[in-house]
């Protein structure tokens, strides 16, 4: 029979210096302690599968890719890339190699009722090398974040931490820099939902930079937001502090205060008020929570009826910045609508700003009017004045007032009809501005013609035709001078023509032209561009476009020139997983005035998919030739990438 107790060889009788004196006599020893059974029994390992059942979400056992894919998603990526340039001129070419790694990796994944987490890991590294002169040039860029989202159905709180190195070389000869710097980032925001009370939003924020030194930078922050009545209110608090030796600790505090009050169906009133003890550049921010650093206050109240003959609303606000030239401003403002009828609809504004600083003062005040009448359906006819003055006081300086005041009438029609539309407009305007002391005063009476048509049935060819005419009558200081400008546009494009060559190839074509004169202001005298362009596509990745632009200005500004642009592209798969895009690109621009320019551009693109790694190469050359002389450049690249 198996023996219950330990072996005899190094169990001792209780009381006994020696082993048990039984050892050699084949017997259980009496004074020995029991063995203890190591043995988990069943229980044992369902209770443990039971707790972690309950959790993890209660749903064991789980498919081993269920509970990967909920538990760890790893993805990210990595890319590998290299270039060469070389810049030709008469003078000496120049080359710049390039090369660079930028990866990333993901780790998402849920702890279901506990919450979720994400985290990312960056990486990028990039070297420039200029052989000319022997420069060399590195950056670097390591990033390192994690984020939780804690608790998402009861109280969710959002944890943040983000690491940030930067680092940059730079070797020219025998002169050598090297800057390195670290942004370290925390933030916490924690929401607090519990019926029958005001959400809760609790947040921190800090950021740390070591550039040598340390600032680092503290934003805390509580916002809540409850109903009372018809009435949403939202407070908002928020302590800020900057610590950067050896300038020491600042601090900022802020308080927001928003009301919403939605008296009817149609009538809503707002009001907040903003105070902070100092002035801050930004605002920090939190997620769902945004705080103004300011001292500002002000109430609107807004009229909008679902079915409504009229709307209107009206609004104030003031605010100050007592650390910037004790600067305040107050603006009052007003505006209604009314619709007499389906026909008849007028507009009022009213507005009023004053703004002081340590010295100086403004004052403006203007008022504006509109009456609309469409009598039938394509006419539109309209009257609107505005009128205002402002005012400016400065020690040192004299007062001085503006007054102005404007005027239009318009009136526009448009006519569809089966094969054409047509469009008319004639506006009718007048200003004057008035500036005392001083007598400087100027009167201005404007008119514009407009018209224009087009064909609405373009199942071959759209066309359009436009024409402007401007003339302003100015006086000023008893001067009086005459303005005026024609425009006439013209426009065309087709796309009818299909299956010329291949099946479903496509030919587009598209004109344009200009013509406008100039006559008592700015460069006086005429104007004249025109554009042709035209393109063919097909179905199997060849393409080719052909351009034709030309400008004529005039004498004095040395503008003329006529350029054509051809270019011819091709994409194509070689094979199943090699692709191929090729492109060449030729400009000819003829100057009156100036040099010609000549620019040939050709490029090479190769893709190969490798498995799930995806390879590119590049050839790139340009070639620029203008006053006798010939420049370019010649670049070849390659890149790999894997995402996973």
Avoid at 34 to 53: D, E, H, M, T
Avoid at 579 to 592: Q, Y
Wanted: with cysteine.
């Amino acid at each position: 029979m198996k023996s219950r107790f330990r072996s005899l060889d190094v169990t001792r009788c209780k009381g006994e210096s020696n082993a048990c004196p039984h050892r050699n006599e084949g017997v259980d020893c009496p004074c020995a302690k029991p063995a203890v059974n190591r043995r988990r029994g069943p229980w044992f390992w369902f209770w443990i599968g039971a707790v972690f059942s309950i959790v993890m979400g209660g749903e064991m056992p789980w498919p081993v890719s269920t509970a990967e894919a909920r538990i760890l998603n790893l993805g990210g990526s990595l890319n590998v890339n290299y270039s060469r340039a070389i810049t030709l001129a008469d003078n000496g070419n120049s080359a710049v190699n390039s090369s660079g790694l930028q990866a990333n990796l993901n780790l998402s994944g849920d702890a279901y009722r506990v919450g979720s987490y994400n985290g990312e890991v960056s990486l990028l590294n990039q070297t420039v090398n200029v052989e000319t002169t022997d420069q060399k040039n590195r950056f670097s860029v390591t990033s390192y974040r994690l984020a939780l989202n804690l608790f998402p159905q009861w109280s969710p709180l959002g944890l943040t931490g983000q690491r940030t190195v930067r680092k940059t070389d730079l070797e020219l000869a025998t002169l050598r820099v090297t800057t390195k710097d670290r942004i370290d980032s925390l933030g916490a925001n924690w929401v607090m939902s519990i019926s029958h009370l005001p959400r809760l939003v609790l947040s921190y924020q800090e950021t740390a930079t070591h550039p040598g030194g340390r600032s680092t930078s503290h934003a805390y922050s509580a916002f809540t937001d409850t109903s009372v009545g018809v009435t949403r209110i939202a407070v908002g608090y928020q302590l800020s502090t900057t610590e950067a030796p050896p300038g020491g600790t600042s601090r900022s505090h802020g308080v927001n205060i928003d009301t919403s009050s939605q008296l009817t169906t149609s009538l809503i009133v707002t009001a907040y008020g903003r105070y902070s003890s100092s002035h801050l550049p930004e605002n920090v921010q939190t997620p769902g929570v945004t705080l103004f650093q300011e001292r500002s206050a002000g109430m609107g109240i807004f009229y909008r009826p679902p079915l409504y003959w009229w709307d209107g609303s009206a609004s104030y606000n003031y605010s100050e910045n007592p650390f910037v030239n004790d600067f305040k401003s107050h603006a009052v403002q007003g505006s209604a609508n009314l619709r007499y009828n389906e026909k008849t609809d007028s507009g009022f504004g009213a507005r009023y700003l004053l703004v002081s600083s340590t010295d100086s003062t403004v004052n403006s005040e203007s008022a504006d009017a509109s009456l609309n009448y469409r009598p039938f359906f394509g006419l539109t006819t309209g009257l609107s004045g505005s009128g205002g003055m402002t005012s400016m006081r400065a020690t040192g300086t004299a007062n001085t007032d503006n007054l102005f005041q404007h005027y239009q009438s318009s009136i526009s029609y448009t006519k569809p009809w089966q094969r054409f539309q047509y469009r008319a407009a004639y506006n009718i305007n007048y200003g004057e501005s008035d500036t005392r002391p001083g007598g400087f005063s100027s009167r201005d009476l404007g008119n514009s013609v407009n018209f224009g048509v087009d064909n609405t049935n373009a199942e071959k060819i759209h066309a359009g035709l436009g024409a402007t005419f401007s003339d302003i009558q100015r006086v000023t200081e008893s001067v009086k001078s005459e303005q005026s400008s024609y425009l006439i546009q013209l426009s065309a494009d087709s796309s009818y023509f299909r299956n010329l060559i291949l099946i479903g190839d496509s030919v587009g074509l598209r004109g344009g032209g200009s013509y406008s004169h100039t006559s008592g202001f700015g460069v006086e005298g005429r104007v004249m561009s025109g554009e042709l362009t035209a393109s063919y596509g097909t179905l199997i990745g060849f393409s080719a476009t052909a351009n034709y632009h030309i400008d004529n200005y005039p004498t004095e500004l040395h503008l003329d020139r006529q350029v054509l642009t051809t270019q011819v592209q091709y994409a194509t798969y070689l094979f199943s997983r090699i692709n191929t895009l090729i492109s060449a690109r030729d400009s000819v621009e003829d100057n009156r005035y100036q040099a010609d320019v000549n620019v040939v551009e050709g490029n090479l693109n190769l893709g190969y998919q490798l498995g799930a790694v995806t390879l590119g190469a590049q050839y790139q050359e340009v070639e620029t030739r203008t006053a006798g002389k010939r420049f370019g450049s010649r670049s070849v690249m390659g890149r790999a990438s894997r995402a996973f």
